[in-house]
């Protein structure tokens, strides 16, 4: 009888133990995964801290990322029609843009955004303006054509899947939707709504995220 009972806590042991290391495990992860986006985004922080000031004025609706993360790889077509991610921009600072033929206030948008590219595109920045139309497909192009969009390169995602995947991590509510995103894809601001892009304010947020 005493052997069984021995037995029977050494297996009670044992159990605790298992449970406790799965517990550790869980814990863990979830604190190695945390800590893993905030090395990612460290450098972010810093920049994110110096816009802070400059979402004023003509950019005052937007939203500095408190702790930046990693934004998802997002995918989309790219002017040849191939395949394209978020992640192939690496090493760039990014102003990605959702917009619409369907949108009003994206359209409104679009010229200012085309000067800012004028302005400021190159090797280190660029407007990645994405167009979510899922029907009458060749109609984004004939209207940028018409509004005399020249600077913009045409990036799709005919199926608005990206629009999905950022509203899933609740950084997309409506159109048009506009993040600034670091050359390692970490998130510095966000802006839900139209923006004058090519004003002086929105060209000072955009430098000092270039570091100017």
């Given at each position: 009888?005493?052997?069984d ?8 042991v ?8 799965i ?8 604190w ?23 979402a ?5 609706a ?8 990693p934004?998802?790889?997002l995918g ?11 992640s ?8 990605l843009?959702?917009w619409?033929?369907?949108c ?10 085309d ?34 969009i020249?600077r913009?390169a ?11 995947d ?11 939707t506009?993040?600034?995103i ?13 923006a ?17």
């Amino acid at each position: 009888m005493m052997t069984d009972i021995v037995r029977f806590r050494r297996h009670l042991v044992a159990a605790a133990v298992v449970v406790l290391g799965i517990g550790a495990i869980a814990v863990y992860g979830r604190w190695d995964s945390g800590n893993s986006a905030a090395r990612e985004c460290g450098a972010a922080k810093s920049v994110a801290q110096r816009l802070v000031p400059l979402a004023r004025g003509e950019v005052a609706a937007v939203t500095v990322a408190n702790d930046p993360k990693p934004l998802p790889d997002l995918g989309f077509l790219g002017p040849d029609g191939a395949a394209r991610t978020l992640s192939s921009f690496r090493g760039r600072t990014v102003l990605l843009n959702l917009w619409a033929t369907w949108c009003a206030p994206c359209r409104h948008e679009m010229p200012a955004l085309d000067k800012l590219q004028a302005e400021l595109g190159g090797p280190h920045f660029e407007v990645l303006a994405i167009n979510i139309d899922t029907r009458n497909l060749g109609r984004p192009k004939v209207w940028l054509e018409e509004a005399g969009i020249r600077r913009l390169a045409y990036y799709s995602d005919p199926e608005a899947k990206v629009f999905q995947d950022l509203r899933r991590i609740g950084k997309a509510v409506g159109m048009p939707t506009t993040l600034l995103i670091d050359p390692g894809g970490c998130e510095l601001a966000l802006l839900s709504g139209p923006a004058e892009w090519a004003s002086g304010d929105a060209l000072k947020l955009v430098r000092a995220a270039l570091g100017g």
